[in-house]
């Protein structure tokens, strides 16, 4: 298996934007989780699925933010309009469970918002 | 919510020192989980501690579960350049209804050789 896949690699846009994120998780993965990570708030759980369907979103910044999990194998991070403040490491991660197996995280998507 | 801190935030060590580094959790885990970050890279998972009072070795890592299962530690023995990263704890709240991981501030570690 390849791994996790997240694109774009890396994301300028501008002030107002809209910015889509793509992962495609670890197949025969059941959970998959989208962190954000600056150097000010460390890592930082915006949102999981499990089976396909949100279990917990509490961690989404505004309404600005939203994801979808359509299928088992795509999910996307949305973010409009966009704010020079969400300019961050936006990593996907897959596990087989929800928090008690390993986590396996893409490479990343590092958004700048001019 | 659920808070994981660690300490020290960041270390500088020469090579051949030691390094440890504690997380403790604002509320009991069902395990506890470890992860290091290269520069640029994205966090690859180390362990996973489940038992009270656990404590695992791999190579010159070892790492502890505490017994009310609310703190762990990582310790490096005689550091490599190799070992230069930012180590991060992470577990999913027992006691609340969220399970997916709340990863720690993590600790950053720096090697001069």
């Known amino acids: 298996d390849a791994g996790v896949i997240q694109s774009p690699r890396h994301e300028v846009t501008e002030m107002g934007q809209e910015v889509t994120l793509r992962c495609k998780p670890i197949?025969?993965?059941?959970?998959l989780f989208w962190y954000r990570q600056t150097m000010m708030r460390g890592l930082e759980l915006l949102i999981y699925f499990n089976n396909n369907v949100p279990i917990d979103d509490s961690g989404m910044p505004e309404d600005r933010f939203s994801a979808k999990m359509p299928n088992a194998s795509f999910s996307t991070l949305k973010i409009q309009p966009s704010e020079p403040r969400d300019s961050a490491v936006y990593f996907c991660?897959?596990?087989?469970?929800?928090?008690?197996?390993?986590?396996?995280f893409g490479q990343g998507t590092r958004l700048t918002v001019v | 919510g659920q808070q994981v801190m660690q300490i020290p935030q960041y270390q500088h060590v020469q090579e051949g020192e030691d390094f440890t580094t504690y997380c403790n959790s604002s509320?009991?885990?069902?395990?506890i989980q470890w992860y290091k970050q290269r520069p640029g890279g994205h966090p690859v998972f180390l362990i996973q501690?489940?038992?009270?009072?656990e404590v695992k070795k791999q190579k010159r890592l070892t790492f502890q579960f505490g017994e009310a299962k609310k703190n762990s530690s990582l310790h490096i023995t005689a550091t490599q350049t190799t070992d230069v990263g930012t180590y991060f704890c992470a577990g999913p709240a027992r006691d609340t209804g969220r399970r997916a991981l709340t990863f720690g501030s993590g600790t950053r570690l720096q090697v001069q050789p």
């Open positions: 197949s025969g993965h059941n959970s």
């Open positions: 501690l489940v038992k009270s009072g």
């Open positions: 991660a897959s596990s087989l469970e929800q928090g008690s197996t390993e986590a396996f």
């Open positions: 509320t009991t885990l069902s395990n």
